[in-house]
């Protein structure tokens, strides 16, 4: 099944003509652009007269930062998600894979509506609307919200205001839109200084000891990539099982500051023998195309993979599609 693209006007239509009871999923391992997206669709869903609820495949529990957005509290686990939905809305998630075990929910309904960002989008649903150029996926839901007519609140304006500020890398990075979005969002009365401090400043003392950790790990290779430079780190299993999830993605944050690279990579290892890498470039490198490599996907300077393998063949493929793009 390919999904035809539409506008967000079409979509935006399609979902006030047939969406009654709506399933809106987000990718595994949920980021702010992943809840804060979803979360703003159900506030809508309610505020039109509809029933949505929100869901991800894994973890079990929402990400602890992330329970700070309003509505935060009302998401479901899969098997909690009710059984006659109409609707499915899948949000920020690039494939069907990472919709998890939610994807079978997706081949059970008639219209299953995909709002993306990622250019690696695999075309999967029944309709999307999927724009690269967008900083966010919380952008797209924005202009999906001003077409279905729904005047903003402070829960949705904070639920998208996450997304915008965590996947702009708090606004080091951005579209003049995503300025202007931002302004209009902080216009509606939300607490942005909180919501920054919070999601992007705020650790448990443990990540600490987990940066010292992980950082000892730290290796530089200057010549990488034809003198561009790869920077990379790793988080053992028996590291990896007693941090936090989001502790862990925050290490690439770290790790990219590395001036001498222009690839920073951490890799953890969810279980024994599978690596899951974080990648990021400053600007020279699409990072999305080693990722996809591995059956990954992402943005051209964030992107990331799960793979069964050594650490050192991971590293020597990323070492030869460097020095050979
Ligand atoms: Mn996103």
């Known amino acids: 099944m390919t999904a035809r693209n539409i ?62 957005l309003p509505g935060a509290d009302t998401i479901v686990r899969p098997c ?71 005047a903003l609140t402070p829960s949705i304006a904070s639920c998208l205001f996450a997304g915008l500020l965590t996947d702009t890398g708090g606004f080091h990075w951005g579209s003049a839109r995503a300025y202007a979005d931002a302004a209009r969002l902080v216009e509606v009365g939300i607490d942005a200084d909180s919501l920054t401090r919070q999601l992007m400043d705020t650790r448990p003392f443990s990540y600490l000891e987990l940066l010292g950790t992980v950082l000892q790990t730290a290796t530089l290779l200057p010549d990488a990539g034809k003198g561009r430079g790869l920077v990379y780190a790793t988080v053992p299993h028996d590291v990896y099982k007693n941090a936090r999830p989001e502790d862990v993605q925050a290490l690439i944050d770290v790790v990219r500051t590395t001036g001498e690279a222009e690839v920073a990579l951490v890799m953890r290892e969810m279980t024994s023998g599978v690596w899951t890498g974080s990648l990021r470039s400053r600007s020279l490198v699409n990072v999305a195309d080693i990722a996809r490599h591995f059956g990954g996907g992402g943005h051209r300077q964030a992107a990331g993979f799960t793979v069964t393998s050594s650490l050192n063949d991971v590293l020597h493929t990323i070492l030869r599609i460097l020095d050979n793009p």
Not at 103 to 124: M, Q, W
Request: hydrophobic content about 45%.
């Open 7 to 68: 506008s967000i006007t079409d979509a935006a239509r399609l979902f006030a003509e047939n969406a009654h009871r709506i399933a809106v999923i987000g990718h595994v391992n949920p980021d702010a652009d992943a809840i804060g997206s979803g979360l703003a669709v159900v506030h809508a869903a309610h505020l039109l007269g509809k029933e949505a609820w929100l869901s991800f495949a894994y973890p079990d529990e929402t990400p602890e930062t992330l329970r700070i």
């Open 80 to 150: 909690d998600m009710p059984d006659d939905i109409d609707f499915v809305v899948v949000v920020d998630c690039g494939s069907a894979d990472r919709m998890g075990v939610l994807h079978h929910l997706a081949e059970k309904v008639p219209y299953t509506l995909i709002i993306d960002h990622h250019r690696s989008n695999d075309g999967f649903g029944t309709h999307s609307v999927i724009v690269p150029r967008a900083d966010a996926t919380a952008q797209l839901i924005l202009d999906f919200l001003d077409a279905l007519g729904v």
